[in-house]
């Protein structure tokens, strides 16, 4: 059976990382713990690894509702708990009078020390408060290389995942139909708007697919990839529901609130 048939050629080679992961803990019988996966990879792993064989996986990311997370494969007869996940939480001090920190600043800061993005999960951001995920085995290089983000001088405290701010993101759900799995179709479809607008976005980089910049107007969306269009939100593909008779596309997507 060729595996790769079922995805894009650009995840070949995290497809090839899946695969030699299962093998490991077949062959070892040890788990093997991987970096933080965004849902798109996460979904690809669900697929390989799938449900029943002798290699099981949990995937955990420091509290519910967040989007990257860890995942255990481990075989079928070890009994796995959180600690195994091996994930730190950190909240972000600064002084919330004087300045204001974005998430964009958080993560430019973070992916600034040379770490691969792998090692970070989610950033929480409520009510001047923040908070991010990162893997235990580079908490100690974060603190210490972390002392400003933007403007402000900042101070990095570890806390237990239970302090973990509420991650719940409302997303809408809505049925569409389009007539293809074209990003500039799909994109027309949950916006709103006209394909040629759709179209000018792409080309003028406003679009993002799974966090990567996406110039491509034919790229053929699937299920949980994520959709950002710069100022329209985010919105991701929860299900593709095969073909109308008029052979157009049923597809439910999440509009984040």
């Known amino acids: 059976m060729n595996i790769y048939q079922h995805f894009r050629p650009e995840e070949r080679e995290f497809i ?16 093997k713990l991987t970096d933080f996966l965004d849902p798109r990879e996460q979904h690809i792993l669900k697929m390989i690894i799938g449900e029943n064989g002798d290699v099981n996986f949990q995937l955990f990311g420091g509290s519910l509702n967040v989007e990257r997370k860890r995942a255990l494969i481990y075989p079928d007869y070890l009994i796995t708990n959180e600690d195994e996940f091996q994930i730190s939480l950190f909240e972000i001090n600064y002084p919330t009078k004087f300045v204001t920190i974005e998430h964009r600043q958080v993560l430019g800061t973070l992916m600034s020390l040379g770490l691969k993005r792998g090692k970070f999960g989610d950033i929480l951001i409520k009510d001047g408060r923040i908070q991010f995920f990162a893997a235990k085995e580079v908490i100690e290089f974060i603190k210490s290389n972390v002392e400003s983000i933007g403007k402000a001088g900042v ?13 719940k993101e409302l997303w809408e759900e809505n049925d569409l139909t389009v007539t293809s799995l074209r990003l500039d179709t799909v994109i027309s479809g949950i916006y709103h708007i006209s394909r040629q607008k759709s179209q000018t976005f792409i080309q003028q980089g406003l679009v993002k697919v799974n966090w990567a910049l996406s110039e491509n107007p034919a790229f053929h969306c699937e299920i949980s990839d994520m959709i950002s269009v710069r100022g329209y939100g985010r919105a991701k593909i929860i299900g593709i529901d095969g073909k109308t008779k008029k052979e157009k596309w049923r597809i439910i997507v999440g509009k984040q609130k």
Do not use: F, H, R
């Open 155 to 167: 101070k990095l405290v570890e806390t237990s995942l239970g302090e973990a701010i509420s991650a």
């Open 16 to 31: 090839d990382q899946v695969l030699q992961w299962k093998n490991y803990v077949e062959t070892q019988y040890t788990p």
